[in-house]
Structures are given as C-alpha cells and as structure tokens.
Nanobody
Framework: VQLQASGGGLVQAGGSLRLSCAAS????????MGWFRQAPGKERGIVAA????????YYADSVKGRFTISRDNADKMVYLQMNSLKNEDTAVYFC???????????????WGKGTQVTVSS
C-alpha cells in the first residue's frame, strides 16, 4: 500500500494550495481518508478527514471555512484545497488511510510521506 502526497510548496499568506494524495495497492473506496500536519516542534494533528463514501467530513477548528477535503474513488485520490492560508498553516502535511476508524484517531492503517507547505508573510 502506498500513499503519495503532493502539491506542497511556498505560498504567500492569503494564497491557496491544493494538496493531492494518490493511493495504490488498496481498495481505496473502503477507506476513510485524512490529512494531518506537523509543524516544527509540535505534534502531528488532524487537519481534515473524509469517510469512505465521501458523505461525512471532519475539519479541525483552525481550518474550518478555509480548507476543503474531497475524494475521487474512481481515481483513488484525496484532495485538500487550502484557501486563505496563514503563517500558522506552515507544516509538513501527511495523508493517511484507515479502513474502520471514524473519526480518524489512534493508530491508523497507512500513512504517506509528507509534503511541505510553507506560508510566508
């Protein structure tokens, strides 16, 4: 199983980025998916999650109204559209998958390598 995150980069505050996570080796439509982030010196925490069918979504309070998670089960992709980015959104972003946990807490089934998002003033 492989989760490959991409789309990170350097963006000015107020700007937008779209992260993508491609899944392979897994029955993607059976998995709940999530985006997590870890800033330097801080613990990794959840940003957003979407259930297997795309009908339920969860957002951390800090990103509500600014970020949108979506998925395409046919293409085995999950996305995170990030708008109105702030300096405090700077972190390494990871995608994760779990077949049974909802919400996405605890020891999840699969993690991808992260993609760096840097928001400058």
């Amino acid at each position: 199983v492989q989760l490959q995150a991409s789309g990170g980069g350097l963006v000015q505050a107020g700007g937008s980025l779209r992260l993508s996570c491609a899944a392979s080796g897994v029955t993607f439509s059976s998995y709940n998916m999530g985006w997590f982030r870890q800033a330097p010196g801080k613990e990794r925490g959840i940003v957003a999650a979407i259930n297997w069918g795309g009908k339920s979504a969860y957002y951390a309070d800090s990103v509500k109204g600014r970020f949108t998670i979506s998925r395409d089960n046919a293409d085995k992709m999950v996305y995170l559209q990030m708008n109105s980015l702030k300096n405090e959104d700077t972190a390494v972003y990871f995608c994760a998958a779990d077949r049974s946990r909802w919400p996405l807490i605890g020891s999840l089934d699969y993690w991808g390598k992260g993609t760096q998002v840097t928001v400058s003033s």
